[in-house]
Structures are given as C-alpha cells and as structure tokens.
C-alpha cells in the first residue's frame, strides 16, 4: 500500500516550491495537499485563535486555508483527513530560501513540520538556500530520497528533519547541528501616500557562530544540511547549575 503524504508549507498553494515536491511525493505515495491560500512566510509556530478559519477545498486532493502552516496540518489530521487513515508522514516546503540557524525559529516551513510531529505523524521541512534561483531540481531531489529513508528507516520519536538545499549541485548530504547567526537588525522607515509612517523589517548578516557542525558550514561547503529537532527549548545543560535556585 502506498504511504499516505500530507504536503503543506508557508509559501502558499500557488507557489512554484510546493508544486515541485508535489511532484516528486508523487513518485512515493499518495499525496495530500493542505497549504495556505496566501503566503504565510515568518508565521513561526502560531495558531489562529482570534478568528474562524475557512477550508476550501479544491479537489480530492487539495485544501487551502486562510490561515497558518500550524493552522494547515492541524485541520489536515484532525478534520480534513480524520475519517482516513492518518499521514504517514508530513512533508513542508519547498520553501524559496534558507531557514538555518536561528531563522528556523521563525519559519512557517519549519513549524508545519513540527506541528506535525506534535501530533504524531513524522515531520520533514525542506528549503532551497537561494535567493534569486527557482531551479527546484536538486531540492525536489533530495526531497523524495531524504523522504523515502525517512519511510523505510523512520526518524526518532518526537523529532522533525529541517533540510536545507544549497543552491546548485549539492555535494553531498551532512547531519548536522544548528548554528546561531551573527546578523544586525535594519529598520528602513518609509511614508505612505496619507503622510503616515511605515516601516520595513530587514537584516544585515555578518556569518554565524558556534562553529562545529552546524547547517550553516553544511551550506557554506556545498552539501544538503539535514537537522534534527525538537520542540523541547529546555537548556538540559543549565539544570543542573541552577539547582541553588530552588527552595
């Protein structure tokens, strides 16, 4: 029996990422497709909780969401999908730039995966570290053999794979740590057309830190940087050192 794929990611349905790991999920499975109706890039980890969501459904394999990544795979395993058998696995991407380091902190790509994983059903995020190609070749690729492992092997309990691509021809493939970015924050000010202020969220990026293993060396020397992680944030090595602050 084919294993049974839910597809979603923070890009949208639209997005030329998702089709192509459509694509390649469907060498392996059958796919379900349960995405964003419009891009939710940055979302991080968050459900909407202040407002009703709507599902619409495309075909019988397609859904949109007027909501997050989280929203999306939460209403795929508990309504959309609930009066089948479960995701075998949940594949999130492709996203259309990195999310390493720190940044995977903040991505909708990362957290579909994870909500995933929260619910049972093993999470894999996907990225192509580019940010002006839309050659999904390689990523789709490595997709479908990391997602095809994934299957055959299974990934440990509880924990979500955050796969990045680099652009071109990887060398190879390295399981690796996150890093920790080295970036400054720039605010640009602008005025809009009634004589309001707005403002525009960016970043300088200076390197990373924590060197050793990380994703960010994986994509700097030219290999897919595979990553695992969990939604445990506890710092275990500080326990112990902060037991004189109990009484």
């Known amino acids: 029996m084919k294993p049974r794929i839910l597809i979603t990611n923070d890009d949208g349905i639209h997005s030329e990422g998702i089709a192509a790991l459509e694509s390649a999920m469907n060498e392996i499975g059958e796919v379900f497709v349960v995405a964003p109706e419009s891009e939710m890039s ?8 202040g407002r009703p969501l709507r599902i619409r459904q495309i075909d019988e394999h397609h859904w949109t969401v007027d909501g997050t990544p989280t929203d999306c795979v939460t209403l795929a395993v508990n309504r959309i999908l609930a009066n089948g058998k479960l995701p075998d696995i949940c594949v999130s991407g492709i996203n259309h730039g990195a999310n390493l380091g720190d940044d995977a902190t903040y991505s909708g790509t990362v957290a579909g995966a994870m909500e995933a994983t929260i619910l049972g059903v093993p999470g894999l995020a996907f990225s ?36 990045n691509v680099p652009k071109g021809t990887p060398k190879g493939i390295r399981v690796t740590r996150q890093g920790f970015k080295e970036a400054k924050p720039v605010i640009s000010e602008h005025i809009d057309p009634r004589g309001k202020p707005y403002y525009w969220i960016g970043e300088v990026r200076e390197g990373f830190r924590a060197a050793g293993g990380t994703d960010f060396e994986a994509i700097d020397e030219g290999y897919v940087s595979i990553t695992p992680m969990r939604t445990d944030l506890t710092n275990h090595g500080a326990l112990e050192g902060m037991k004189n602050w109990e009484n």
């Not at 580019?130 to 095809?148: G, K, L, P």
């Open 42 to 49: 940055g979302a991080s980890h968050s459900l909407t909780l």
């Open 128 to 163: 192509l570290v580019a940010t002006r190609s839309h050659d999904f070749t390689e990523s789709a690729r490595i997709a479908a053999d990391v997602t095809r492992k994934a299957l055959a092997e299974g990934i440990p309990e509880w924990t979500l794979l955050n796969v």
